[in-house]
């Protein structure tokens, strides 16, 4: 059988997607080849956001064949629609004689111009994970839902990662026959192999941090931000007055002064600087519970909660976050609370934390269904629909 030419659109190696690459490259389906369009080597990166420059010490080119397209815009990078401008990039999938062009993102210069280029002249397919979680009201609504429709008429297929992902499709001109599930997951791999190495080193981490090992542990992994709403979190923590609980900020960015200043004289609540991929499951294993208090906008999934699952914990997060239809079941392996309600947040954490030993029955069930949330199902996807 010959091999379909799949040219995959991205702007830029994202440590979520460069293991899937890699495995897609394997497929007895596909030949492929990704084209980066942001025109970056992605040794090291700025993010705003942390504060910091990033270098993943993870392989991200690895496995799988790529090419950075030249970038011409005067302010490059992946923040505005104009910030990704490749003229070479139509001309570079037409000469490798691609059979399919599969797109990440639609709402860059480059990236929209292909789509529009290839419509009706080879199958053009989508992938994204937006939701209407936060969608605007009024005018703008419909502005954006008709501007949506338009830029989709191009795509002939789209897989998506979950059902709020689907309601968007849907509202946004695609048909349910042209919409293919391809599940948001992780290298679930990574994050439950050596499981007793990760434990032991984890159980050190904590007793350097000055933890008991039978208190309940809560982390939060991710930006210090007000979309992650860090705060609400530790308010609710502050309201539990638990002397056998802990909770963990695990990360950085422009609220850490504030969180800081808020717990000050609490032993019980710590702060874990940004820690790269590779340390990442020693620090979900520290905790018996993650919590993803996310308020939005943009909070269209939240992959954290998958790798926390894999790590075999139990799960709290706020309706806001796009995956809680899909990973939360209620009272089995975690719960979902109103995003923004103190008290709501604070009695999900209450029923939660009514047990060590709950929280890890909930924590093997996480594992359980995360497990078919992984990179093959996307792979057998895009094998059967492509």
């Given at each position: 059988?010959?091999?379909?030419?799949?040219?995959?659109?991205?702007?830029?190696?994202?440590?979520?997607?460069?293991?899937?690459?890699?495995?897609?490259?394997?497929?007895?389906?596909?030949?492929?080849?990704?084209?980066?369009t942001w025109s970056q080597t992605q040794e090291k990166v700025y993010d705003r956001d942390f504060g910091k420059e990033?270098?993943?010490?993870?392989?991200?080119?690895?496995?799988?064949?790529?090419?950075?397209?030249?970038?011409?815009?005067?302010?490059?990078?992946?923040?505005?629609?104009?910030?990704?401008?490749?003229?070479?990039?139509?001309?570079?999938?037409?000469?490798?004689?691609?059979?399919?062009?599969?797109?990440?993102?639609?709402?860059?210069?480059?990236?929209?111009?292909?789509?529009?280029?290839?419509?009706?002249?080879?199958?053009?397919?989508?992938?994204?994970?937006?939701?209407?979680?936060?969608?605007?009201?009024?005018?703008?609504?419909?502005?954006?839902?008709?501007?949506?429709?338009?830029?989709?008429?191009?795509?002939?297929?789209?897989?998506?990662?979950?059902?709020?992902?689907?309601?968007?499709?849907?509202?946004?001109?695609?048909?349910?026959?042209?919409?293919?599930?391809?599940?948001?997951?992780?290298?679930?791999?990574?994050?439950?192999?050596?499981?007793?190495?990760?434990?032991?080193?984890?159980?050190?981490?904590?007793?350097?941090?000055?933890?008991?090992?039978?208190?309940?542990?809560?982390?939060?992994?991710?930006?210090?931000?007000?979309?992650?709403?860090?705060?609400?979190?530790?308010?609710?923590?502050?309201?539990?007055?638990?002397?056998?609980?802990?909770?963990?900020?695990?990360?950085?960015?422009?609220?850490?002064?504030?969180?800081?200043?808020?717990?000050?004289?609490?032993?019980?609540?710590?702060?874990?600087?940004?820690?790269?991929?590779?340390?990442m499951p020693v620090i979900y294993h520290l905790a018996d519970l993650l919590a993803l208090p996310s308020q939005g906008?943009?909070?269209?999934?939240?992959?954290?909660?998958?790798?926390?699952?894999?790590?075999?914990?139990?799960?709290?997060?706020?309706?806001?976050?796009?995956?809680?239809?899909?990973?939360?079941?209620?009272?089995?392996?975690?719960?979902?609370?109103?995003?923004?309600?103190?008290?709501?947040?604070?009695?999900?954490?209450?029923?939660?934390?009514?047990?060590?030993?709950?929280?890890?029955?909930?924590?093997?069930?996480?594992?359980?269904?995360?497990?078919?949330?992984?990179?093959?199902?996307?792979?057998?996807?895009?094998?059967?629909?492509?």
């Amino acid at each position: 059988m010959k091999k379909k030419r799949l040219a995959i659109i991205s702007s830029h190696p994202i440590q979520y997607n460069a293991p899937m690459f890699a495995m897609l490259a394997k497929s007895a389906f596909f030949e492929l080849k990704v084209f980066y369009t942001w025109s970056q080597t992605q040794e090291k990166v700025y993010d705003r956001d942390f504060g910091k420059e990033i270098k993943w010490d993870i392989p991200l080119l690895n496995g799988y064949d790529f090419q950075f397209v030249q970038n011409i815009s005067k302010q490059p990078g992946p923040g505005s629609f104009r910030g990704i401008d490749c003229p070479d990039l139509i001309p570079a999938i037409r000469n490798w004689q691609a059979d399919a062009v599969l797109v990440f993102g639609w709402n860059y210069k480059a990236h929209l111009a292909a789509m529009r280029h290839f419509h009706g002249k080879i199958p053009v397919v989508f992938r994204g994970d937006s939701t209407l979680i936060d969608e605007s009201t009024g005018i703008k609504k419909w502005i954006r839902r008709l501007v949506l429709t338009f830029v989709y008429r191009y795509c002939d297929k789209a897989f998506y990662v979950g059902r709020h992902n689907k309601a968007y499709f849907l509202q946004h001109g695609f048909k349910e026959h042209q919409l293919f599930f391809a599940p948001h997951a992780i290298d679930n791999e990574r994050f439950n192999h050596k499981d007793e190495e990760l434990k032991t080193k984890a159980l050190d981490f904590r007793q350097r941090l000055g933890i008991d090992q039978q208190d309940i542990v809560i982390l939060f992994v991710g930006k210090f931000e007000p979309k992650k709403d860090p705060l609400l979190l530790m308010k609710s923590f502050q309201h539990l007055n638990r002397s056998d609980a802990q909770l963990i900020f695990a990360g950085n960015g422009f609220m850490e002064h504030e969180m800081k200043k808020l717990s000050e004289g609490q032993h019980n609540i710590h702060f874990i600087p940004f820690q790269n991929q590779q340390m990442m499951p020693v620090i979900y294993h520290l905790a018996d519970l993650l919590a993803l208090p996310s308020q939005g906008p943009g909070e269209t999934w939240g992959l954290v909660v998958n790798e926390a699952m894999a790590c075999g914990k139990a799960v709290l997060v706020s309706d806001k976050v796009g995956c809680a239809p899909d990973l939360i079941k209620d009272e089995w392996n975690g719960k979902v609370f109103h995003s923004g309600d103190l008290d709501d947040c604070v009695r999900s954490m209450q029923s939660l934390l009514s047990s060590k030993e709950r929280l890890t029955e909930m924590g093997l069930n996480s594992r359980t269904l995360i497990e078919s949330w992984s990179f093959e199902k996307i792979v057998e996807s895009f094998e059967k629909n492509i």
